[in-house]
């Protein structure tokens, strides 16, 4: 018996980072957007846990207990007194190491597969907490939409949304360390204001007015993410140039993320920023979309 889930991959729509707290990670006002580019995951029982992986760029991801989905697998098979002894395979769609919380999603993913494969019963609040055991973004991961992550983003309040937002998420070659970007946020940063998140942008999103979205979107960690690959403000210019209302550096990137007005103009600037050369490919995508979904057999 195998379990497939298909969950999605996020943009910040809004990212106020706050100072450094004594545990090393930082308050913020994340506001999440869940786009349709997925990854699969399906849990198999097997003899012990294994994980593998393919698609775009599969090579880049650990596949010892290091990865998320792994990690997943062994906290919810801790808590119920089971052994973990399942193989997950990974479908990638969602760039890898691009600030579009792909590990995260594999880790949302691979929980609710074992814990239908495994019958454990866990309830919706159980998922949650096991979510934020396993990393900031992997609770939003499992609910998707739209919501506000307070806290280190782990505490999500939902977001109405009025209508469909169209993106273009241009690809970066290679990644950017997460840490690293924060640490340089910390260096470039050093009184950050408490975080908020805007009214004007969950009013923007309330409406569907993309828009007054576009003027709103803001990502405090993309000074940092700039100073450490400066390249990433050709690839801004080039889809602002080609005619998106705004870019902005997905999470803690190196993946940009451009509002444009509709499908057409999403392939439109697709295109433009593929032949530009300042990204290594262009996908586009709409939001919302939903959370973590067991696919039917």
């Keep these: 018996m195998s379990v497939t889930v ?7 729509v809004q990212l106020a980072v706050g100072p450094a707290r004594p545990d090393g990670f930082h308050d913020l006002a994340n506001v999440f957007l869940a786009v349709s580019l997925y990854d699969r995951v399906t849990a198999t029982r097997a003899e012990s846990l294994r994980v593998t992986c393919e698609g775009p760029d599969a090579g880049q991801v650990p596949l010892d207990r290091t990865n998320l989905a792994a990690r997943a697998a062994e906290l919810l098979a801790a ?5 973990p002894d399942v193989h997950l395979h990974i479908a990638k769609d969602i760039p890898v190491a691009g600030g579009m919380a792909g590990g995260s999603a594999d880790g949302a993913g691979a929980l609710l597969a074992c814990d239908a494969l495994w019958g454990t019963g866990a309830s919706r609040a159980e998922l949650l907490d096991i979510c934020a055991e396993l990393g900031s973004d992997v609770p939003f991961s499992l609910v998707g939409g739209a919501a506000l992550g307070t806290g ?4 999500l309040t ?3 949304l009025g209508g469909t ?3 273009v998420f241009a690809v970066a070659d290679g990644g950017l360390s997460t840490p690293a970007v924060y640490a340089e946020f910390d260096r470039l940063t050093p009184t950050a204001p408490a975080p908020a998140a805007s009214p004007g942008l969950l009013d923007a999103l309330r409406t569907g007015d993309t828009t007054a979205l576009a003027g709103a979107l803001a990502n ?6 700039l100073s450490l690959r400066p390249s990433l403000a050709d690839t801004l210019a080039a889809g602002t140039a080609a005619g998106a209302l705004a870019g902005i550096v997905s999470g803690s990137g190196p993946t940009t993320a451009f509002l444009v007005k509709d499908a057409e103009a999403a392939r439109s600037v697709a295109a433009a ?3 530009s050369g300042t990204c290594r490919t262009a996908r586009t995508a709409t939001s919302p979309a939903p959370g973590a979904r067991i696919v039917p057999a």
């Design 165 to 167: 937002f169209h993106w």
């Design 220 to 225: 405090d960690l993309q000074p940092a993410a």
């Design 273 to 275: 920023l593929v032949a």
């Design 158 to 160: 939902e977001l109405p």
């Design 6 to 12: 298909r969950v999605p991959a996020k943009v910040n």
């Design 152 to 155: 280190r983003g782990e505490h």
């Design 79 to 83: 808590r119920y007194g089971i052994a």
